[in-house]
């Protein structure tokens, strides 16, 4: 088995109180959708960890690199689109993950990118 990530993506201007959907029913609609999808993620035994992310403006970058860490409001990135929230499934192959990640973007009504671990570690 291997783990992948699939990451979520909306629009980084997103009305805060629907989160990039139409209307409250199209967000209501897309959580339970996402939720049911979640479910049978753990039903399959695919489901690793997965999560939604608050918006991208309460977002703090750290740079450890200097003599003491700076802090900074984020988003790290200035972009149209920015990360919404993620799951991380076990699954036999790539396949199996992009057809999840197929469902996922229909239940969740966004794009989803797919990225597998590098195996360090």
């Excluded at 629009?11 to 805060?16: H, K, N, V, Y």
Aim: proline residues 4%; contains cysteine; glycine residues 12%.
């Amino acid at each position: 088995m291997s783990q992948y990530l699939m990451t979520v993506h909306g629009a980084a201007d997103l009305d805060p109180e629907l989160g990039g959907y139409p209307s409250r029913e199209d967000r209501d609609e897309a959580f339970a959708a996402t939720e049911r999808f979640n479910d049978q993620l753990r039903a399959d035994g695919h489901w690793v960890f997965a999560g939604g992310l608050r918006a991208a403006t309460e977002a703090k970058v750290v740079d450890g690199q200097g003599d003491a860490p700076v802090v900074t409001d984020g988003p790290y990135l200035e972009s149209k689109e920015l990360l919404a929230g993620f799951w991380i499934v076990d699954v036999p192959d790539l396949d199996t993950a992009l057809r999840l990640a197929a469902e996922g973007s229909a239940a969740c009504r966004g794009k989803v990118e797919v990225r597998s671990f590098d195996g360090l570690g």
